[in-house]
């Protein structure tokens, strides 16, 4: 409790200090009327990736976690309202024609589900009037392709939903018997 009341304070001091700093800014404004932008954070990395997915969400490489859908962009996220693949229509998709700049990619990650030519065809046809290229995949092979466009700097996004069902593998298991093992051990310092 007296953390989030010490944190309390340190907010409103903030907040305080910028509504300050802002008002001290205005009394000296001089400019053309045009509104401008201080971007605070101007560091040049791969932008946001995805290093994990569950049924109930994602986890990105800031730590944030989001639950539920997400749509995803080099340097956003957003969470996605559909329920699931069979939500996915022109209207889901009107954001990712809408933003600027134009995506090159959009990859579209559906759970776990098949995919069948019927619902690709649905999803390409439209994305191909705005001049958008699509890629529609299972949700563990999208992560992967957004990742690596992401990487490689290529203006893309993903619209990705969370599988129903986790498939494990052999090096997922030896993963976490090393994590048990290590729990278990001593230190000698």
């Given at each position: 409790?007296n953390?989030?009341?010490g944190?309390?304070?340190?907010?409103?001091?903030?907040?305080?200090?910028?509504?300050?700093?802002?008002?001290?800014?205005?009394?000296?404004?001089?400019?053309?009327?045009?509104?401008?932008?201080?971007?605070l954070?101007k560091?040049?990395d791969?932008g946001?990736?995805?290093n994990s997915?569950?049924?109930?969400?994602?986890?990105?490489?800031?730590?944030?976690?989001?639950?539920?859908?997400?749509?995803?962009?080099?340097?956003?996220?957003?969470?996605?309202?559909?329920?699931?693949?069979?939500?996915?229509n022109?209207?889901?998709l009107?954001?990712f024609?809408?933003i600027?700049?134009k995506?090159?990619?959009?990859?579209?990650?559906?759970?776990?589900q098949?995919?069948t030519?019927?619902?690709?065809?649905?999803?390409?046809?439209?994305?191909?009037?705005?001049?958008i290229?699509?890629?529609?995949?299972?949700?563990?092979?999208?992560?992967?392709?957004f990742?690596?466009?992401?990487?490689?700097?290529?203006?893309?996004a993903?619209?990705l939903?969370?599988?129903?069902?986790?498939?494990?593998?052999?090096?997922?298991?030896?993963?976490?018997?090393?994590?048990?093992?290590?729990t278990?051990?001593?230190?000698?310092?």
């Amino acid at each position: 409790m007296n953390v989030l009341h010490g944190l309390g304070k340190i907010a409103q001091r903030s907040l305080r200090r910028n509504i300050c700093t802002t008002l001290a800014r205005r009394s000296t404004y001089e400019s053309d009327g045009k509104t401008s932008v201080t971007i605070l954070n101007k560091e040049a990395d791969a932008g946001l990736m995805i290093n994990s997915y569950s049924q109930f969400g994602f986890r990105l490489n800031n730590e944030m976690v989001v639950l539920g859908p997400m749509a995803i962009f080099s340097r956003t996220v957003l969470s996605w309202n559909v329920e699931s693949y069979e939500d996915i229509n022109d209207a889901t998709l009107s954001l990712f024609c809408a933003i600027e700049p134009k995506i090159d990619v959009l990859v579209v990650g559906i759970g776990d589900q098949t995919i069948t030519p019927a619902f690709s065809r649905k999803i390409i046809d439209f994305m191909k009037q705005h001049k958008i290229n699509v890629e529609v995949l299972g949700t563990e092979q999208a992560c992967a392709t957004f990742n690596f466009l992401n990487a490689e700097n290529r203006v893309v996004a993903a619209a990705l939903i969370p599988p129903i069902s986790i498939r494990l593998t052999e090096d997922d298991l030896m993963r976490k018997q090393i994590s048990l093992s290590k729990t278990f051990e001593v230190s000698d310092k």
